[in-house]
Structures are given as C-alpha cells and as structure tokens.
T-cell receptor, first 115, second 114 residues
C-alpha cells in the first residue's frame, strides 16, 4: 500500500511569511504526528492528530499549528516564519490505537529553508 | 529538557565488526523503546523495538538491550555492513498514554567503512 506522502518536498520562504505543509497518511491510519528535525536537536515532537482532533502537543510556540481532515490528511502551518524554523518537517502516521507498539511510519519530509 | 539522550553524535566501524549505539533516558514512565534508521533524503524507518518487560530483543543482525535500572539501552549490529551507514534514532514511548507521542534522541551517525 502507498506510504506516507508529504508535499512539498522542498520550499524556500523569507522571514515573516507563512507556510503550509501537507501530509497524506497510509490508508486506514487515523493518527498523524508531526516532527521537526534540526541538526543537533533530533526529532522534536510538534503535535499529533487523531480523528480530526489534536491529541497531544509539543513545546512549540503558537505560530505552529495544524489540523486534520475527515479523510485523515493533515496540514501544518507555520506563521511569521523565523530563520530558526529552517528544518526538515516530518509527518508520521499510525493506526492510532493506544497501547500498541507506537511504531510510526514516516514520510520523506518537507525541507523548509527560511531566508 | 532532553528526556532521551544519544551522547555519541557519530560512530565509525569497520565492515564485519560490531556496532554499538547507546541511548539513555530520564523519564521512568517510558516503557517502550524503539530504534529508527534514517538515510539522507528519506524519512526514518522503524528498525527494532523492546518493551520494558524484556531486557533483550533480537532481529537478525540487530539486537537491542535494555537496562531499566540504569535507564540505558543499546543497539548492537553484528556484523556491520556498509549499507548500515545511516543516522540511528532512539525513541521512547509511554504505552499507557492515549497518544503516539514518541520522544526521540538526537541521533547517532553510523559510518561503516568497507
């Protein structure tokens, strides 16, 4: 079955702009999580959506937001971009049932560069 | 507050030898641990996991060891192959939580020399 699809793969923005990233999870998966990867920081958890509801949120400012649609596709938005927002943004999907392995299936990521 | 730590940013190993990647955690609520492997320009892929009720889990060339008292786990790759060269992330998870929030370490870049 098709994997996790993220678009766009690469984008360049300037400070102050806003950006929207999209993620289509594996068919049948209801949970979508977003992570930010930067050098030296590993993967930092942004938020998780399950059945259109935000189920958990990491320690990021309110400029980072997301949503999930009824078909489980998810978008994340970053407003008022800062240079430090340059990173690889990874989306991961899972079935979302609590108490299972926690294994996530990642997309290839969206590489954001803020100039 | 880095709850999952990988203190070695990089590791270089000769082909055929053992690679040992280490990971420490601070949160005693974590009860499930996973290792992910990441190649450049690709997303991380799941490699192996271990529950806190075990101290060892083996899958082919990959073995994960868990020392709960020391809050330490390690990934052993034997024998190491050039194709194993990648960034390895350790991740932790609290099974009792109603969420799939994984806490990741900062990663270790493994280079296997032919």
């Amino acid at each position: 079955k098709a994997g996790v699809t993220q678009t766009p793969r690469y984008l360049i923005k300037t400070r102050g702009q806003q950006v929207t990233l999209s993620c289509s999870p594996i068919s049948g998966h209801r949970s979508v999580s977003w992570y930010q990867q930067t050098p030296g920081q590993g993967l930092q958890f942004l938020f998780e959506y399950f059945s259109e509801t935000q189920r958990n949120k990491g320690n990021f400012p309110g400029r980072f937001s997301g949503r999930q649609f009824s078909n489980s596709r998810s978008e994340m938005n970053v407003s008022t971009l800062e240079l430090g927002d340059s990173a690889l943004y990874l989306c991961a999907s899972s079935s979302g049932t609590s108490g299972i392995t926690g294994e996530l299936f990642f997309g290839e990521g969206s590489r954001l560069t803020v100039l | 507050d880095q709850q999952v730590k990988q203190n070695s940013p990089s590791l270089s190993v000769q082909e055929g030898r053992i690679s040992i990647l280490n990971c420490d955690y601070t949160n005693s609520m974590f009860d499930y641990f996973l290792w992910y492997k990441k190649y450049p320009a690709e997303g991380p892929t799941f490699l192996i996991s271990i529950s806190s009720i075990k101290d060892k889990n083996e899958d082919g060339r990959f073995t994960v060891f868990l020392n709960k008292s020391a809050k330490h786990l390690s990934l052993h790759i034997v024998p190491s192959q050039p194709g194993d060269s990648a960034v390895y992330f350790c991740a932790a998870f609290a099974l009792g939580g109603a969420t799939n929030k994984l806490i990741f370490g900062t990663g270790t870049l493994l280079a296997v020399q032919p």
